[in-house]
Nanobody, 123 residues
Framework: VQLQASGGGLVQPGGSLRLSCTAS????????IGWFRQAPGKEREGVSG????????YYKDSVKGRFTISTDNLKNTLYLQMNSLQPEDTAVYYC?????????????????WGQGTLVTVSS
């Protein structure tokens, strides 16, 4: 079971990025999926999550209206569209999948993790 994240980079404040996370050896639509991030010196935190079975979604308050989680089942890929990026969004972003997740923002409920992709928002 593997998750391969990509799409990070350097972007100016107000810019956009789209992160991708491709799953291999399992069907992503059978799992709860999420994006997490860890800024330097801080703990990893939940950014967004989605449960395909019941349609539940989660967004961290500070990203609501700016970030959108989505999936492409044909490509078995998870996305995080990030708009209006701010310096405080700078972090390593991780994708994750879990079979039985109650709290979408709880990293400990996710079983599989991607390797992380760095997003730097700076002028």
């Amino acid at each position: 079971v593997q998750l391969q994240a990509s799409g990070g980079g350097l972007v100016q404040p107000g810019g956009s990025l789209r992160l991708s996370c491709t799953a291999s050896e399992f069907i992503l639509d059978d799992y709860v999926i999420g994006w997490f991030r860890q800024a330097p010196g801080k703990e990893r935190e939940g950014v967004s999550g989605y449960s395909p079975k019941d349609g539940r979604t989660y967004y961290k308050d500070s990203v609501k209206g700016r970030f959108t989680i989505s999936t492409d089942n044909l490509k078995n890929t998870l996305y995080l569209q990030m708009n209006s990026l701010q310096p405080e969004d700078t972090a390593v972003y991780y994708c994750a999948a879990g079979k039985y997740v109650v709290w979408l923002e709880d990293q400990y409920e996710y079983n599989y993790w991607g390797q992380g992709t760095l997003v730097t928002v700076s002028s």
